[in-house]
């Protein structure tokens, strides 16, 4: 069905303007823009009376399987069981305004088709399938007590052990087989994993150098996990298109950034979240006393970044029922950012990143039509997106899929 907002106030992240304007919806596209637009027969016709329109937000960081915080326990679990989780999960989402996710390590192509097709709501999904992880890396779950490794074929798990150039090829090429949209590779130790070091980096440069290969062999791209300068410069020389996190990133880990043409993905909210609910929701306590150590350097480490004009993208990577915070990072980053250029890390860059420009992320004529409906404008108050209960409305293909009295 066709979709015809009336009076509405719409943004243009790039210019950083709002345009009063009628804006009809067809097939899924964004047919026009204008004013007094004619409402063909069998138009859905809705007056927002001035109220500010945005692109649907894009979330570049998210693990739509991680229905627990004990990431540990996933393979563990039916992969049905944790299907119908991240159907509710993905579903609270689009109702949060993110109409597009990128999965990092999780997902795989069954929710990515099930979802296109369908079979539930919820953004559509990039995805990448499992993680890539040296052995004792952060995909490696494994207690310092186990030594034998399932990888769990037939389960949920968001990653995979692979050692070696050879290895890592392999890896890389079955989750490109797969139908992944990128590659993830552990670059340095994390919070969840119970026997790395936050401050270790992982892989050799000759298999980062390899996967990164693979991924481009196949139009692909790398996004690597990375906590400090040294991980994340390792990364970045290595080819690797966005770094995850990067709490600890450095003067020449900025440099790098801008000779490689490469984004930074901030994920600020997770340690938030993960400080103060992580136990409660399932974190082991040996993660939980990691958390501190890039709690605090998080965001000097995205003010750096936005001082040097890095390209930022919006991310939340959240766990288990922690999942409901996730337009909290728009308040966080507040601290340092102006909120125009949070936004345009939730839209035009994140679409960028996704290598989906002028698709989403964006209001013209020919992009998908991907609106989120507010009561409030952002740019004076980045309160109406932290606070979810402010969308009034989300388009998606069109669509209006969430109705708050719009």
Request: charge should be negative; glycine fraction near 10%; charged fraction near 25%.
């Amino acid at each position: 069905m066709s979709l015809l907002l009336r009076n509405a106030l719409l943004l243009d992240v790039t210019a950083g303007e709002y345009r009063e304007a009628d804006l009809r919806c067809a097939d899924g596209r964004i047919a026009e823009t204008g004013t007094n637009l004619a409402a063909p027969d069998g138009v859905r016709v809705l007056d927002l009376a001035g109220k500010p329109v945005l692109p649907g937000l894009i979330d570049a960081h998210v693990h739509v399987t991680a229905a627990t915080a004990d990431l540990g326990s996933l393979p563990f679990s039916s992969p049905s069981y944790v299907a119908a989780h991240s159907a509710r999960i993905m579903s609270d989402m689009l109702d949060r305004g993110f109409t597009t996710v990128r999965d990092l390590s999780g997902a795989d192509f069954g929710l990515s088709d099930a979802q296109a097709e369908g079979l539930f709501r919820g953004p559509r999904l990039h995805f990448c399938g499992r993680a890539l992880s040296q052995t004792g890396g952060h995909g490696d779950t494994r207690g310092r007590g186990t030594t034998v490794h399932d990888d769990h074929a037939c389960c949920a798990g968001l990653g995979r052990i692979a050692d070696g150039v050879d290895a890592v090829r392999a890896a890389a090429r079955d989750e490109l087989r797969k139908g992944a949209h990128h590659i993830k590779v552990m670059a340095s130790g994390g919070v969840a994993s119970p026997t790395d070091r936050i401050d270790s980096t992982q892989y050799s440069m000759d298999e980062l150098r390899a996967i990164v290969d693979e991924a481009q062999a196949a139009n692909r791209y790398v996004a690597a996990h990375a906590y400090t300068a040294r991980a994340v410069n390792r990364a970045l020389q290595a080819g690797v298109r966005s770094i995850e996190h990067g709490n600890l990133l450095d003067d020449d880990s900025v440099r790098l950034f801008t000779e490689h043409d490469a984004f930074l993905v901030p994920t600020l909210v997770t340690y938030w979240s993960l400080k103060h609910e992580g136990l409660e929701f399932g974190l082991p306590s040996a993660s939980h006393k990691k958390v501190d150590h890039v709690l605090n350097a998080g965001l000097a480490a995205l003010e750096r970044a936005a001082r040097a004009s890095v390209q930022i993208v919006y991310g939340s990577d959240l766990l288990g029922g922690m999942h409901r915070h996730q337009n909290e990072e728009f308040r966080i980053r507040s601290a340092v950012q102006k909120p125009l250029d949070i936004i345009r890390s939730a839209t035009v860059t994140a679409a960028q990143l996704l290598q989906r420009e002028g698709e989403i992320g964006i209001i013209t004529e020919g992009a998908r039509a991907d609106l989120v409906i507010l009561n409030g404008d952002p740019l004076t108050d980045i309160s109406h997106l932290a606070d979810p209960t402010n969308i009034t409305g989300v388009v998606q293909d069109g669509e209006l899929v969430t109705d708050k009295g719009v």
